[in-house]
């Protein structure tokens, strides 16, 4: 099970991801190193490091916001990954869309769709 996310954001605001890579990401001016969670209420560490350790709990902030949220983008690091059917589920559940992708996919469509205005959010592995 993952830890859950630090209590504040590193940036109270939705902002597209400038860069990524070398175990971590570039944004608004600054850079994260670690895993990070893009959701309404800003961006977040997420302590996440590989796709079999997303559970209900590491995805708790995502369903507390999930009013705020159309998509979530999942972006899973380099290797593919096959989200476990109770996820599905609880996303489902929440009325959320769900697309798991590699990371570099997944921050370039959260990138798309958030200066499209769209209610996406992510949470994206880091690579180096």
């Known amino acids: 099970m993952a830890a859950a996310v630090e209590n ?4 109270p605001r939705r902002e597209p991801i400038d860069g990524y890579g070398r175990g971590g990401f570039r944004f608004g001016g600054m850079s994260h190193r670690g ?14 490091t590989q796709a079999d350790r997303i559970d209900e709990a590491a995805l708790a902030p995502v369903f507390a ?3 705020d949220i159309g998509l979530f983008l999942l972006g899973v690091g380099r290797d593919r990954w096959i989200m476990p059917d109770a996820l599905h589920d609880r996303f489902r559940a929440l009325k959320i869309n769900v697309e798991v992708a590699r990371t570099g996919t997944a921050v370039s469509t959260y990138n798309i769709l958030l200066g499209e205005g769209r209610r996406v959010a992510a949470g994206l592995i880091a690579v180096e």
């Open 65 to 67: 916001e999930a009013s």
């Open 8 to 11: 504040r954001p590193h940036l």
């Open 35 to 48: 895993s990070l969670l893009c959701l309404p209420s800003g961006l977040w560490a997420w302590p996440v």
